[in-house]
């Protein structure tokens, strides 16, 4: 049963993942450079788009919880060990490896962003 969820897990990341890195890039550049708390103003205050991001937005989280219940249930265990990680995803164990990237991109401080925009992409204060 793990590998049919691992499969279907697998498929679904595509349409998920993709899309949520690049809102996350954007949302980091806002954080970085413009208003921090007030992300995609523009794009925010237009219904659709709002519930399109917000769409993206909780799809990726709930593809992360349901793999790693997917990934602790088969190791039997709420920390998998990478050795348990690599035996259930296989060759597509680099999708957790990105996924992690782009949730720690995503959770980074905002005062870290701040002061990487203004010291090394050279932002206004």
């Keep these: 049963m793990p590998a049919?969820?691992?499969?279907?897990?697998?498929?679904?990341?595509?349409?998920?993942?993709p899309p949520f890195a690049v809102l996350v890039?954007?949302?980091?550049?806002?954080?970085?450079?413009?208003s921090p708390?007030?992300?995609?103003?523009a794009a925010?205050?237009?219904?659709?788009?709002?519930?399109?991001?917000?769409?993206?937005?909780v799809a990726a989280?709930?593809?992360?919880?349901a793999a790693w219940l997917v990934t602790a249930t088969h190791a039997d265990t709420l920390v998998p060990s990478l050795r348990s990680v690599r035996l259930l995803w296989g060759r597509q164990a680099w999708m957790l490896?990105?996924?992690?990237?782009?949730?720690?991109?995503?959770?980074?401080?905002v005062p870290l962003w701040?002061?990487?925009?203004?010291?090394v992409i050279g932002c206004a204060p």
């Design 4 to 17: 049919t969820l691992r499969t279907a897990l697998t498929w679904a990341w595509w349409p998920i993942m």
């Design 25 to 34: 890039l954007r949302l980091d550049g806002e954080r970085a450079c413009d």
């Design 37 to 41: 708390y007030e992300l995609l103003s």
């Design 44 to 57: 925010t205050s237009i219904p659709v788009l709002a519930w399109l991001l917000a769409t993206i937005y």
């Design 61 to 65: 989280h709930a593809w992360l919880f």
């Design 97 to 109: 490896a990105v996924t992690a990237a782009i949730f720690v991109l995503e959770y980074w401080p």
């Design 114 to 119: 701040r002061a990487f925009g203004r010291h």
